[in-house]
């Protein structure tokens, strides 16, 4: 039964909560592509109003997804485990590998001939920014919020997870795609030969698939593109060549090591 007062409860909390964070990390991020020693990823300008583009398709994404989980938390959609320390962190982890299949999963389909127009929008942003995360049409964002939700209403018919430890993996997610939207790159320089590269790629990842379009659909791992072959080859060499500080240029073209 639909509980119109409990739903507005959990909604009106759940909006300042992600206008919130989308707020603060986009300034972290924004701080980030300020700062002196910054090294840009996509050498490139912005287009003129992109920015306020993505910020006007923000409030959409941070109305869309709080209506989502307040109808399955007012409707006790979720069967929800312990919040234990070690469920909560197992909830964590379990929530980010499942998400990242079923992203990878909806990613694909938006590339394909008959979807793509819903998302278009998400790839009129060549050159990333913070807010470039969440700037998704409708269509779009209520497959993220499908996915928000199904995952622990699926879960919950294995092994419930906690609400705790699923609510920290929203805010790493939420936080880790804005700030991972950023065209600076802050990954270590040994993070590609690093083990952790498979569950947490370097910016510059997800920067090349706005440059080129066609490969890296994975949300912030490398393990679906790896298993799926849809890994681009020369992505360790334009990770270094950020690093190094040399942005990469239009279609996030490549250069000669120096």
């Excluded at 681009?232 to 279609?251: E, S, T």
């Amino acid at each position: 039964m639909f509980d119109l007062g409990k739903f507005l409860d959990w909604f009106v909390v759940l909006v300042f909560a992600h206008v919130g964070l989308t707020v603060v990390a986009a300034a972290i991020g924004r701080a980030a592509e300020r700062s002196p020693e910054a090294r840009p990823i996509q050498g490139d300008a912005l287009p003129e109003g992109q920015v306020a583009r993505e910020q006007r398709a923000n409030l959409r994404f941070c109305l869309v997804i709080p209506a989502a989980l307040a109808l399955a938390l007012q409707g006790g959609w979720i069967t929800w485990g312990p919040d234990t320390l070690g469920w909560g962190i197992a909830s964590f982890f379990v929530c980010s590998v499942v998400f990242d299949v079923y992203f990878y999963g909806l990613h694909r389909l938006l590339h394909t001939r008959p979807l793509m127009r819903f998302h278009r929008l998400h790839h009129q942003s060549r050159v990333t920014t913070p807010w470039s995360a969440q700037s998704v049409s409708t269509v779009e964002a209520l497959g993220w919020a499908l996915g928000y939700v199904g995952v622990p209403w699926l879960l919950g018919h294995v092994a419930p997870v906690s609400l705790i430890g699923y609510f920290v993996y929203l805010f790493y997610n939420v936080f880790g795609n804005i700030i991972g939207h950023t065209n600076v790159e802050l990954g270590p320089p040994s993070l590609t030969r690093s083990p952790a590269v498979w569950l947490a790629h370097p910016y510059t990842f997800h920067a090349l698939h706005h440059a080129r379009f066609t490969r890296h659909f994975g949300f912030g791992s490398t393990f679906m593109d790896r298993l799926a072959g849809t890994e681009w080859p020369d992505w360790v060499d334009a990770y270094a060549q950020v690093m190094a500080g040399r942005p990469l240029r239009q279609h996030g073209k490549t250069e000669p090591p120096a």
